[in-house]
């Protein structure tokens, strides 16, 4: 790994090259002091090369993390609210009647069943619309293989 390192003696930078990382020596190639420094992970380079700074400014953030938290407690309450209401209008419902029970079991059953019923329907359909789109497109690939 390419590493770049500086001088203590005439203050220049050149690069050293090493696999290892740790406290290692150095020879400076423009004054031949001994320079030694210590190699870590986050030090390597690929060239040396000054950056040229820019002078726009840095964007500021979107959101806080306040604005976040305030989001996230808005749709806690939201989702609350709507749980509460959903689940006082199907305690009135048992209420109400004597087999409500009976009646919330048999209607989500149902509710399920059709569920099941709609999505292997939309599988078939997904499959039998790729298969033929396969087969057209195989047929078009060998229309085209074969015209040479």
């Not at 569920?115 to 033929?132: E, M, P, R, S």
Request: net charge positive; proline share 3%.
């Amino acid at each position: 790994m390419k590493f770049s390192v500086a001088c203590k003696n005439c203050k220049k930078t050149f690069v050293a090259q090493s696999e290892r990382y740790g406290r290692l020596r150095y020879r400076c190639p423009y004054c031949g002091a001994t320079v030694t420094c210590e190699l870590r992970e986050s030090l390597p380079v690929v060239e040396a090369k000054p950056v040229s700074g820019s002078k726009s400014k840095p964007k500021p953030a979107r959101q806080t993390a306040s604005s976040i938290v305030d989001k996230g407690k808005a749709t806690l309450r939201y989702t609350s609210a709507s749980l509460n209401w959903t689940s006082n209008k199907i305690a009135a419902f048992q209420s109400r009647y004597d087999d409500g029970d009976l009646w919330l079991f048999f209607s989500f059953s149902l509710l399920f069943v059709l569920a099941v019923i709609g999505g292997l329907y939309l599988f078939a359909w997904c499959a039998k619309l790729i298969v033929t789109g396969h087969s057209w497109l195989f047929k078009l690939y060998l229309d085209i293989a074969h015209s040479f």
